[in-house]
């Protein structure tokens, strides 16, 4: 029984920090580290236009990429 | 004084009267009065909340058309299609100066229609912009990035950059990777070792086992890959490297701990494992972010030639690509203008410079018929000349050829590591296979042997000796960027500590390289201001010389602005101001003027005349640099020998050379000669670090063991030479020489610690002494040796 309790919380410590270093590397993969000051910086300019903004620039995104897409 | 009222756009601040009022704003002028409508137009007025009181440069700049963007030979070199069928284009955006910049760069191109993506690093202002060309074209989008008030020009991302940031963030990934299961795995093993002296049962001892080999795993075959990729490289060379030994030992230790685990026969080592991949690559990382990136010379020299030039064609004056210019072809050069290809002179007159070419330090005067060559730059003379060749045969193409060569011949001196590490690894792994053959053939079991066999590698874990060189360069690199030494990669500094000869160019490098004021008479009737109104409209070295003497000795001279100016080439300046008459220039000026005056002096003088009489004189002179017969000393003191090379004259050159203290001088060299120099003292066997500033230099410093270039010199020098002075000083120069050899110390006494160690503990390993917990503490505690003693130097070099 001892031992299982072990094991339990074994697996329970490294998924939870496994997760962690998914997170991280996402990150990384992403580019989000590639500018500190960028990224730090942003955060004071946070607001909801900003937010509207990056939505549609993703809308558009979509867009043109259907659109190149497209068979002529 | 009035008051001064800050720019809205741009934070400037100027006196009220001066300024543009538009209802409760205040503007600098029609620039910033634009990009603030613009920027109110288009929704954007936000940024001002975002730049706070921060000042901006106005965008007061006139631009060239911008279609030239658009022109298919552009798009060959500079934009490329991405994976999603989109334009993709590398800019370098000027004028950013804090993070609201960026926002409103960002934001301003991404409202446009057809563009996808605007990605702008605030570290290094560099932009990547993706399109749909069929909606947008890239003019319009650099038009956009002028109209608020930047500018954009592209560079060639080339791929070496793209590949260094790629390796870079693999590194990355896989270091974060290995610490994190290496640092599990320390929590777990401190269980099990709890439990190796307190005894646990064989169940609890596999469970923890399982566990640490479920954390070794991605660290062996994930952040280990590097390793078995390297011995894989070394072995194809038939080169038994570092790698191999580490990929060996850990892929050894890691079957047998799985054996172990398996048949639950004695101690797993997957914290060796795990830790042994993590040391060494952390060093290895270290080693790949302080590696050059190969300069890509092709890309170096284009980057930094413009690539149109303005030629007459039908009365016309018309810009066109370099390469289309053929001999024959008008060219018109204005003042300030680099000369791109050599030619003879057909209009006009004037002074030009061509200390980048041939090292002579004083503006060379040319008149009508008189040859110009490429590479050399208009001081003030505005001329129309006859391309005599076309820019493939150009010297300045000629030279560029030359580099190219000079740098792939540049020797690489094999770094103390490299050739340890190779004896090491052999050795280490041959004592490993006699330990096994020894212990098997004495009567014991196979297991034994084996573990007993990967102990020895295990102990002998070349952590330290990974670490040795990384740490050490990498404290040598900080000490170095502290005082504004820049070295471009780690193992230069090994290089340098080595060196035998050093050659110093004399203009720009050993002095200032521009005339300075050493000697000032002034008499009745001087006016401090007609005579600084008089050499600040001149571009002529020397009035700028005394311009920057007078700026010195006082504060705000008011300007006078003159009825009637001319400069006469050769001569100087001739002004009137009222009823004055106003004459400065040499003494063959004067007397040209009626002026008769006497004075005797071997340097440059300039004479300055009001209703001609003489009412000040001034001798300037080249000056040497502080600190130039220090560094000579020092230097001969360790037996380097120092010569000057330089393309001036015998009399100048011998000059500087005997106040600082070098005996050998070799002078009126061409850049040729300055390479040839090189070479044949390489051929001689000898390392030679050179130190220039100029075009002149650029073959010598390429093909040099260490070039190093001052930061205020020419580009292309600054790109082919490995280490750079920003503060152009030949203290640091001193500074760099001392650091490197501290460097290098440092890397013998980390060898010798990591090595007296590993001789200590490897008998012991042999003799099957070593159980798994004293395995894992000692690799670790010869790495925190050797990484402390490289701290050790950081502080003491702090304190001296």
Known sequence: MDNWVIVMMLIVSLFLGAIALFAFMWGVKNGQFDDQEKYLNATKFDNVEDLQAAVEKEKKLE?????SYRPE | MSNKIACTHCHLEFSEDVMIVDGTHYFCCNGCQGVFHLLSDEGLSSFYDKTGDIKLSPPTHQYEDSTNFNAPAFYDKFVKLNSDGFNEVSLIIEGIHCSACIWLNEKALHKMEGVVEANINFTNNKATITWVDSIVKLSEIIDMIRAIGYNAYPYDASLQEVHANKERKEYYLKMAVAIFASMNIMWIAVAQYAGFFSGMTKDMKTILNIAEGVLATPVLFYSGWVFFRG????????????????ATGASLTYIYSVYITITELGEAYFDSVSMIITFVLIGKFLEVISKKNAADTLDIITKHLPSEINVVRDEKIVSIKLEDVVVGDIIVIASGEKILLDGIISKGEGFFDESSLTGESKPIYKGLEENIISGALSIDADIHYKASRDFEHSTLSNLVSLLETAINKKPRIEQLANKLSEHFSTVVLLLSIG????????PHSFEESLMVAISVIVIACPCALGLATPVATLVGLNLGAKKG???KEAAQLETMAKVDVLLVDKTG?????KPEVIKENTFDG????LLYSLVKSSKHPISQGIKNHIIQAAEDIDEIIFDEFSQL?????????????IIGGNLQLMSEFGIEYVYESDESLFCFAINKQVVAVYELSDTIKEGASELVKFLANKDIQTIMLTGDHQQSAQKVAQHIGIKEVNYELTPQDKLAFVESLQSEGKVIVMVGDGINDILALGRSDIGIVMGSGSDIAIDVSDVVLLNDSLDSLLSAFKISDTTFKLIKQNFGISLVYNAVTIPLAMAGYVIPL???????FSSLLVVGNSLRIKYKWKRS
């Open chain 1, 63 to 67: 867009e043109l990429r259907k659109k």
């Open chain 2, 231 to 246: 011995s894989y490289y070394g072995l194809k060379n038939r080169v038994v490297n570092m790698d191999l030994l580490v």
């Open chain 2, 435 to 442: 330990t096994f053959f020894v212990w098997w053939i004495w």
């Open chain 2, 485 to 487: 030494i820049l070295f």
């Open chain 2, 509 to 513: 490098t050993l002095t200032v390289g």
């Open chain 2, 526 to 529: 001087f006016d401090i201001k």
């Open chain 2, 569 to 581: 080439s050769a001569r100087g300046i001739v002004a009137k101001y009222k009823t004055n008459e």
């Open chain 2, 774 to 780: 004293i395995a894992a503490l000692s690799m670790s």
